[in-house]
């Protein structure tokens, strides 16, 4: 028999690895992951947005050089979901036929996402919003039951960007939501939802660390405002920047060749596109205010990680390009990149690139888990802590596009593009 002496230091043991175990979970921070759809830098989105400069730019880091590695929807965030680059995950345009939410997907990439790491490190997780474009749509494979893995917490728009008249995942039962605003605005729905998840952690899991990705359908198109925003910007248009309505015969084909200059109406539509773009992001601003709010009434404020981002940037007649993306100029792969959280010095910036494909393993660094060998980005812990220029890091990075082409051609060669600051 063992002696009781052994048995109460073992016991003695177990307590304390036990309580070392909950200090540890204690300790490790929340992280809120807010990404927005379609927001650029360039064209002076964040500048419409006051109460976001307050509240995160004033408050913690921008990066002045972040950028996406394919300026498309899916393939951008099939990037951001991986910490992979397009050729990786292999997901290389918005439609089924080349990858997005295809069986392709959820067989290559769907348990190595960022939902399913931070759940095998011990987080509680949590998704409101867009996920992927053909998320659940008909000709995907799948329909609303199917809840990616990894989520606790799963509230997946069905399709692309809407703000009313759609349908979604809630927690793998379909939810169809009409036109009323109180009811239906999905801004808003989506705001609700993040509220009640910071909520419930408090209340039914203290203790335990939480990862909630947020995924806004504003400013992309239909660029839907809520009435209280209507109007608001009705006297301004969009920036005239230099490469506005020009014609530049030295670009490719695209450009050059299949672009006709814009004319005086298809100008007054792409400002009123720009109104109503702007007028959706100051719905976001009003969610990330209450995400903080419910942070700080929660006691969660001192040890959470917020990050503000997008899928890709836009343009807005710049090459005569009317409101579109998937070019390889800075209006188009350029984003906001935001970050605050404890030991994040405020009202700073930094010129370090940072790329989507970083954020997964600044995620998984910041948990103090294990960054997978077969992820292409790098941890930017460093650079949000210490503000220091990392002795080696990046000064280029790749840039993809695949074109939509034929859809089962999804191993045609991509154009390439290698991206150098100040020379792109």
Request: proline share 5%; glycine share 6%.
């Amino acid at each position: 028999f063992r002696s009781r002496r052994t048995i109460e230091m073992r016991s003695l043991f177990t307590l304390i690895f036990a309580l070392f175990g909950v200090s540890l979970a204690a300790n490790r921070p929340n992280i809120v992951f807010i990404i927005t759809d379609d927001q650029d830098v360039k064209l002076n989105s964040l500048e419409v947005q006051p109460k976001l400069h307050s509240m995160m730019i004033e408050q913690g880091m921008f990066f002045k050089n972040a950028f996406v590695t394919h300026p498309v929807c899916c393939p951008s965030r099939s990037s951001t979901l991986t910490g992979k680059y397009t050729h990786n995950h292999r997901t290389y345009e918005n439609n089924v036929g080349r990858g997005c939410n295809a069986q392709s997907w959820r067989d290559l990439n769907e348990e190595k996402t960022i939902g399913a790491y931070m759940t095998k490190a011990g987080y509680r997780t949590g998704f409101f919003g867009k996920y992927l474009n053909n998320y659940a749509e008909k000709g995907s494979g799948v329909n609303a039951s199917h809840v990616p893995a990894g989520w606790a917490k799963w509230f997946g728009l069905v399709g692309n960007s809407k703000y009313y008249h759609y349908s979604v995942s809630n927690d793998g039962v379909e939810e169809v939501h009409g036109s009323d605003y109180e009811k239906d605005y999905f801004t808003d729905v989506i705001k609700r939802q993040a509220t009640d998840f910071i909520q419930d952690v408090s209340t039914n899991h203290s203790g335990t660390p939480f990862f909630m990705y947020v995924s806004t359908p504003a400013p992309h198109r239909p660029a839907t405002p809520a009435p209280q925003y209507n109007n608001t910007f009705a006297n301004r248009t969009a920036p005239r920047t230099p490469s506005y309505h020009f014609e530049a015969k030295d670009k490719h084909w695209i450009i050059s060749e299949g672009t006709p200059s814009m004319t005086n109406q298809t100008m007054e539509i792409v400002d009123q596109l720009c109104r109503q773009r702007w007028e959706t992001l100051l719905s976001v601003q009003d969610l990330v205010e209450e995400v903080l709010m419910s942070l700080q009434k929660a006691g969660f404020m001192d040890n959470t990680f917020i990050f503000y981002n997008s899928d890709h940037g836009y343009h807005l007649g710049q090459f005569n390009q009317q409101g579109e993306k998937r070019q390889p100029y800075d209006e188009d792969i350029r984003v906001p990149l935001i970050v605050r959280g404890p030991g994040v010095s405020k009202n700073v910036s930094t010129e370090m690139i940072a790329l989507n494909i970083d954020l997964l393993p600044t995620f998984l660094d910041l948990a103090g888990s294990t960054i997978p060998e077969d992820v292409d980005g790098q941890s930017l812990k460093s650079i949000l802590m210490t503000e220091q220029k990392a002795e080696k890091w990046r000064s280029d990075f790749l840039v993809e596009y695949f074109g939509e082409g034929n859809p089962c051609m999804v191993q045609m060669d991509p154009q390439i593009f290698r991206h150098e600051i100040g020379r792109a």
